[in-house]
């Protein structure tokens, strides 16, 4: 549990009129960040390394992670007016606030998103201040074995979501899996799949997949309309409508709480991350769900449920940060990076000899989620303005911008050809019903399963009985073994 | 009898008293999905130094898309006892067609989008953003001389300054600055 002298000597170090102020200009960066499309909060942590070089750690690290968060939010919001996720995370909520802004109910569905992702953010940072030894305990029995399982898990429970045929969603999950593994194995230092490209080398880059997946078709959807929304509204009473979504949020309570425990707990999974957890958070609740709720179509919970869980992972993949210097995700792997610049290495020991350090940052985040209703409220407000304009405005605007942030990735041309071939296989996904959401899944998960199923070769040759030997792995075979049978049976019924 | 007939993604024919609809493009997609991956694989294996060991992961990924695309192929296939209820369905179908990709508008810009990205390699950012924003503007209708000056003209150069100068991105401006 929380050694409460380190804790007060943490609260010590944050508590300077400084720490407000880095928190909100670190956040408005990433909620900007967040907010266009081609950039991530990754690229706004990398891009303020060098300005935070003259800074103190703790502070320039208050910053960074106000970024972070920042990001996570902003994600979401575009991820609701434009169906273009700004950040990984913010997938699942496309699924239900796009449709609400195709209603008319963007105001409401913002001020649902924003208000859950401050109490996701919070419950996940509160959990990692009191449950962080626990749960690195936990993370740390995960072997190769697990990560195995826990990803046929993950696929066969974003099977379970499938749109049209749950055929198509195996196929384009397992496709997705095989594009993961494209670049050099880094068990065997083979490239593979690379067709001749250099650019493909480090496989594809993340941000270039996303945004050319969900941002790229959109624009080809939004051509052949004249405005985003199908229905007209009025530009009146946002706030008004805001504040109801933000009311509205605590009407789904078990919702909120399912989500953030599943986001502390995929968060503490190594590679696992915001995406992962919001699509379980949203899978979840979306198979609780009562007769009325028509989830995928602009229902409220849907955002709840995915935004929720999308933010409280936030504290798992920060705990495996901090206490093993392991990533939870894109945006905590270039946090490593801003830890090595003041010269700290996140790890066990870091928490030995710097336990206050870590306990300020932990307190400055948890600080940093109270500012985080507040200056996202603002933003979104005039973001939400963004569907007023005529999509033969957005289209070519965005696009130019989208091509300015591929190429920020590792200043290729190659990534800009990439982002838009991309683009236009998204489309293709999208328009014969191959869901895109278990493309990404297993896209993300491809490369780090590729390492996983080589150790595991390396360690027990073709034994698959290790699987059955280790407690977790075992637990998640009966829990994947139960999914498949509870979906053969409801199909059986003929309830899918 | 035999009737048959395409329509958008959905090709109808009737046999037998039996009506089978089908939805070719996603099949045609799935199957140049398998074509590829099988090539991955084969690409893959046959590099001589590590080759076998680069697709462990892959081969089972492999002969599992295998076993998905008849599943795909035959989910993709309805049939139905012919009536003159599904004619009427097929009218419908054809009213409330949707061309897809076939449809001009997306077909020019992703056109533009292509020759965009070629434009940018060769003559920097500054000079293809400007074509590419105020060609899409006119292309989809927008009239209105001030939105076709102002969008092409600042927010290329608002991009540029923010992302060469004050961020660093190393993105040429100019022809030139290659």
Redo the contacts between chains.
């Keep these: 549990m929380i050694n409460w002298d380190d804790f007060l000597n943490g609260i010590i170090l944050i508590a300077t009129w400084k720490t407000p102020l880095l928190i909100f200009s670190g956040m408005i960066i990433g909620l900007v960040f967040g907010v266009i499309p081609g950039l991530t909060s990754s690229i706004g942590i990398a891009?303020l390394l060098p300005v935070t070089f003259l800074m103190q750690p703790l502070d320039a690290l208050v910053m960074l992670t106000s970024v972070y968060t920042g990001g996570l939010t902003g994600g979401g919001i575009t991820a609701i007016l434009i169906n273009s996720p700004g950040a990984p995370g913010a997938i699942a909520t496309t699924f239900d606030g796009y449709p609400m802004t195709q209603k008319g109910m963007q105001n409401e569905a913002l001020g649902l998103q924003i208000t859950s992702s401050v109490i996701g953010g919070m419950s996940g940072y509160i959990f990692l201040l009191f449950f962080i030894n626990a749960m690195v305990k936990f993370a740390l029995q995960f072997g190769p074995s697990e990560m195995i399982f826990l990803t046929i898990l993950v696929l066969v429970i974003i099977g379970s979501m499938r749109g049209k045929?749950m055929?198509?969603t195996?196929?384009?999950g397992?496709?997705g899996?095989?594009v993961g593994?494209?670049g050099t194995?880094e068990?065997?230092?083979?490239v593979?799949?690379t067709m001749g490209f250099e650019g493909l080398e480090d496989g594809i880059p993340r941000v270039i997949c996303i945004v050319g997946l969900f941002a790229v078709p959109e624009?080809?959807n939004l051509?052949?309309k004249e405005f985003i929304l199908d229905v007209k509204i009025t530009k009146s009473q946002n706030i008004k409508k805001l504040l109801n979504g933000v009311k509205s949020t605590f009407k789904y309570y078990k919702s909120l709480i399912r989500s953030a425990l599943i986001g502390i707990t995929i968060g503490t999974l190594p590679a696992a991350g915001s995406t992962v957890s919001a699509l379980l958070g949203y899978s979840q609740a979306k198979s609780e769900a009562k007769p009325h709720q028509c989830f995928g179509a602009g229902e409220p919970e849907g955002i709840v449920a995915a935004e929720t869980a999308n933010n409280a992972s936030e504290g798992g993949a920060m705990a495996i940060l901090l206490a093993l210097g392991i990533p939870g995700s894109g945006g905590t792997a270039i946090l490593i990076a801003a830890f090595s610049l003041h010269g700290l290495v996140p790890g066990p020991r870091l928490f030995q000899d710097n336990a206050a350090f870590v306990y300020g940052l932990i307190s400055a985040n948890i600080f940093q989620m109270c500012f985080l209703g507040f200056v996202a409220l603002f933003v979104a407000f005039f973001l939400a303005r963004l569907i007023f304009i005529?999509?033969?405005?957005i289209?070519?605007?965005l696009?130019?911008?989208m091509?300015?942030g591929a190429?920020?990735v590792r200043?290729m041309?190659f990534d800009?050809?990439l982002l838009?071939i991309i683009?236009?296989l998204g489309?293709?996904l999208r328009?014969?019903?191959?869901p895109t959401t278990s493309f990404i899944i297993g896209y993300i998960l491809g490369k780090n399963?590729?390492m996983e199923?080589?150790r595991y070769?390396s360690l027990f040759g073709d034994d698959l009985t290790v699987f059955f030997q280790r407690p977790i792995s075992a637990v998640l075979i009966a829990i994947t073994i139960f999914v498949i049978s509870l979906q053969i049976h409801r199909y059986r019924k003929g309830n899918l | 009898m035999y009737e048959s007939s395409i329509n958008g993604d959905m090709m109808h024919f009737s046999f037998k008293n039996k009506l089978f609809r089908i939805e070719y493009q996603p099949i045609i997609f799935a199957t140049f999905i398998l074509a590829w991956t099988i090539y991955y694989y084969y690409s893959t294996i046959n590099i001589p130094d590590g080759g076998a060991q680069s697709v462990l992961f892959i081969k089972p990924l492999t002969i599992l898309l295998i076993i998905c695309y008849p599943f795909v192929v035959v989910r993709s296939i309805q049939v139905e006892i012919l009536s003159s209820k599904i004619d009427n369905n097929i009218s419908k179908d054809k009213i409330d067609i949707d061309r897809g990709f076939l449809d001009y508008r997306r077909i020019v810009f992703s056109l533009s989008l292509i020759f965009y990205a070629i434009a940018i390699t060769y003559l920097g950012y500054l000079i293809p953003s400007f074509v590419f924003v105020i060609f899409v503007c006119f292309y989809l209708g927008v009239r209105n001389f001030w939105v076709l000056l102002l969008l092409p003209t600042l927010l290329p150069t608002l991009l540029s300054i923010v992302f060469h100068f004050f961020i660093g991105v190393p993105i040429p401006i100019w022809p030139w600055s290659h």
């Design positions: 891009i045929s055929a198509r195996f196929f384009i397992i496709f899996l095989i593994t494209i194995s068990a065997t230092g083979v593979r799949g624009m080809l051509i052949i005529p999509t033969r405005i289209a070519p605007t696009m130019i911008v091509a300015m190429y920020s200043n041309f800009i050809y838009f683009g236009i489309w293709f328009r014969y019903d191959f399963l590729d199923v080589y070769a």
